[in-house]
């Protein structure tokens, strides 16, 4: 690893965690929580595997990540972010807030994945009727599944599919961020393609209101 060679925390903090990959690796690890080495290639696609076991090496020697056995039946290492290393869950934030006007930019091409609606999820949404019952939204976007769970005032996401949620959510990326921020409301998100079934009540409780969407104006909906 090259050291920019100067005396300033930023520099010092780009010395470890300014090479290509590595913050992404901790986006991985903060959306998944402690992760084999195959999770984290799929999280990471366009990753060669020996760049990504560098990366954990070097990640592991500056303190940031440690690896663990995981107990039978599973039997396999697993790589964790160590305090340090969740320390760095605000710098992930601050890029993903700092990105959303980039967003505009989507490619047919680009990859997704579920876990990487953990960051959308958090900005947004948030629960505006917490004295209701707990409820869920299944979200499916392009090939991948993902569900939202909303109680009592708490919305959080967790990877897989949900037969029993109130809502399903169906539609490309771009389309779901869009209503996911505001840009869109849900009737006009439908009329340009996305389709909700199920409990639309579950869904507005959700969504941002009128006037309070955060960084909205910066998701298109196309």
Same mark, same amino acid.
């Given at each position: 690893?090259?050291?920019?060679?100067?005396?300033?925390?930023?520099?010092?903090?780009?010395?470890?965690?300014?090479?290509?990959?590595?913050?992404?690796?901790?986006?991985?690890?903060?959306?998944?929580?402690?992760?084999?080495?195959?999770?984290?290639?799929?999280?990471?696609?366009?990753?060669?595997?020996?760049?990504?076991?560098?990366?954990?090496?070097?990640?592991?020697?500056?303190?940031?990540?440690? *690896?663990?056995? /995981?107990? #039978?039946?599973?039997?396999? =290492?697993?790589?964790?972010?160590?305090? $340090?290393?969740?320390? @760095?869950? %605000?710098?992930?934030?601050?890029?993903?807030?700092?990105?959303?006007?980039?967003?505009?930019?989507?490619?047919?091409?680009?990859?997704?994945?579920?876990?990487?609606?953990?960051?959308?999820?958090?900005?947004?949404?948030?629960?505006?009727?917490?004295?209701?019952?707990?409820?869920?939204?299944?979200?499916?976007?392009?090939?991948?599944?993902?569900?939202?769970?909303?109680?009592?005032?708490?919305?959080?996401? *967790?990877?897989? /599919?949900? #037969?029993?949620?109130?809502? =399903?959510?169906?539609?490309?990326?771009? $389309?779901?961020?869009? @209503?996911? %921020?505001?840009?869109?409301?849900?009737?006009?998100?439908?009329?340009?393609?996305?389709?909700?079934?199920?409990?639309?009540?579950?869904?507005?409780?959700?969504?941002?209101?009128?006037?309070?969407?955060?960084?909205?104006?910066?998701?298109?909906?196309?």
């Amino acid at each position: 690893m090259r050291s920019y060679g100067q005396y300033c925390s930023v520099a010092k903090a780009l010395d470890v965690v300014g090479d290509r990959w590595t913050l992404l690796i901790v986006r991985e690890l903060l959306a998944r929580g402690p992760s084999r080495y195959t999770d984290l290639r799929s999280g990471l696609p366009g990753i060669a595997t020996n760049l990504l076991a560098d990366r954990l090496r070097e990640m592991e020697s500056a303190g940031l990540v440690n *690896r663990e056995d /995981a107990p #039978p039946p599973v039997a396999t =290492t697993l790589f964790r972010l160590t305090d $340090r290393g969740a320390d @760095l869950a %605000s710098v992930i934030d601050a890029l993903g807030r700092w990105g959303v006007p980039l967003m505009r930019d989507h490619r047919p091409e680009d990859a997704f994945r579920g876990q990487w609606l953990r960051l959308p999820v958090r900005m947004f949404l948030a629960d505006h009727e917490p004295d209701q019952r707990a409820s869920s939204i299944q979200i499916r976007a392009g090939d991948e599944t993902a569900v939202i769970d909303v109680d009592a005032g708490r919305v959080s996401l *967790r990877l897989g /599919a949900d #037969p029993a949620a109130d809502a =399903t959510i169906t539609g490309p990326p771009p $389309r779901i961020l869009a @209503l996911f %921020s505001g840009s869109v409301p849900l009737d006009d998100a439908e009329k340009q393609g996305l389709r909700v079934a199920g409990s639309r009540e579950a869904v507005q409780r959700v969504l941002p209101r009128a006037g309070r969407a955060a960084g909205a104006d910066g998701i298109a909906s196309a």
